[in-house]
């Protein structure tokens, strides 16, 4: 099955600057890839998602890049501020099943 | 409201008792999900609905887990002869057809004494 490793899995950055969380994936059959967001006491929010058919997807100050070759992708977070500050989940879905996998979290945490 | 709704919001039983978690999903979304998060981890896959095809149980954990979802909608998560480990917070999420991104509810968190 498949098997989804998240980097770091802790962060904090100073308000302002970037933030990158990175993911590695095996399965080369998964072809969709989301990233949520996850409040204490809330569950996961979706902030983003990619499909295998590119390579790049950006939303404001959110992005997120995959590189198939390697089977990894990445969330990009600009100009990070305060309410950035929560655990970040990414996960991978195989065109072969019917589940999701995650990574096990980064907690961000944006300092003013 | 349009979101997935889940209850209780807190459990607090005793080992050995039988627990049941309800899930509404978002209307019309036909792929229903269960996820079990412990304390500071990932999510743990449980089980996974699909209208009216045979429910993915692969996840769950023990014969003591069970889920149903009645009419394609509610789904109801039962625990029983809760074990302090069953401790954790148990999601739902759904989806339209499995294919499009899940929606999570604010999920039920378990406490066993």
């Known amino acids: 099955g498949e098997n989804v490793e998240q980097h770091p899995s802790t962060l904090s950055v100073q308000e302002g600057d970037s933030a990158v969380i990175k993911c590695t994936y095996s399965?080369?059959?998964?072809?969709?890839f989301p990233w949520y967001k996850q409040e204490l006491g809330k569950g996961p929010q979706l902030i983003i998602d990619?499909?295998?058919?590119?390579g790049e997807k950006k939303d404001q100050r959110i992005a997120v890049t995959l590189n198939k070759t390697a089977k990894h992708f990445s969330l990009h977070i600009t100009e990070t501020q305060p309410e950035d500050s929560a655990v970040y989940f990414c996960?991978?879905?195989?065109?072969?099943?019917?589940?999701?996998?995650f990574g096990t979290g980064t907690s961000l945490t944006v300092i003013p | 409201g349009a979101g997935v709704s889940q209850s209780p919001s807190n459990k607090v039983t005793e080992k050995g008792k039988d627990v049941e978690l309800r899930c509404d999903p978002i209307?019309?979304?036909?792929?229903l999900y269960w996820y079990r998060q412990s304390l500071g981890q990932g999510l743990e896959f449980l089980i996974y609905?699909?209208?009216?095809?045979?429910?993915?149980k692969s996840g769950l954990p023990s014969d003591r887990f069970s889920a149903e979802r009645t009419g394609g909608s509610v789904s109801t998560l039962t625990i029983q002869r809760t074990q302090q480990e069953d401790s954790a917070v148990y999601l739902c999420?759904?989806?339209?057809?499995?294919?499009?991104?899940?929606?999570f509810g604010d999920g039920t968190r378990l406490s066993i004494l």
């Open positions: 999420a759904s989806s339209d057809r499995g294919i499009q991104p899940q929606h």
């Open positions: 399965d080369s059959a998964s072809n969709y």
């Open positions: 990619i499909r295998s058919n590119v």
């Open positions: 996960a991978a879905r195989s065109n072969t099943g019917n589940q999701f996998y």
């Open positions: 209307s019309g979304h036909t792929a």
């Open positions: 609905f699909q209208g009216n095809s045979a429910p993915d």
